[in-house]
């Protein structure tokens, strides 16, 4: 099995920041992608940012320019700077991983974080 463990979070004003950390723990062989999407007020899901094998990085186009998505050396952790938040910015954000649990051959599995909240509010 494998757990995700969000932390950060919470509230900031318009133009502030916050930081969001996702650390990812169990029987992991490799990590295919490792990021976060969001459900907002105007969207069920959107993506937000991801770091997929390779080191190759996407972002969603609501948030380019604004956050910035970084992994540790061991590849199990993501770590999403948010700056310049806006307003709609406000929603729970997902860690959501794509992982093989076996030596390839292997089909990559989903998983996905509880949520955490970030409101962006004066």
């Known amino acids: 099995q494998v757990q995700l463990a969000e932390s950060g979070g919470g509230l900031a004003q318009p133009e502030g920041s916050l930081r969001l950390s996702c650390a990812a723990s169990?029987?992991?062989?490799?990590?295919?992608?490792l990021g976060w999407y969001r459900r907002t007020a105007r969207k069920q899901r959107e993506f937000v940012a991801a770091v997929f094998s390779g080191d190759k990085i996407n972002y969603g186009d609501s948030v380019k320019g604004r956050f910035t998505i970084s992994r540790d050396l061991a590849n199990t952790s993501v770590h999403l700077q948010m700056d310049s938040l806006k307003p709609e910015d406000t929603g729970v954000y997902y860690c959501?991983?794509?992982?093989?649990?076996?030596?390839?051959?292997?089909?990559?599995?989903?998983?996905w974080g509880r949520g955490t909240q970030v409101t962006v509010s004066s």
């Open positions: 169990g029987n992991i062989f490799s990590v295919h992608a």
């Open positions: 959501h991983a794509g992982v093989t649990i076996q030596p390839d051959p292997a089909p990559v599995k989903e998983y």
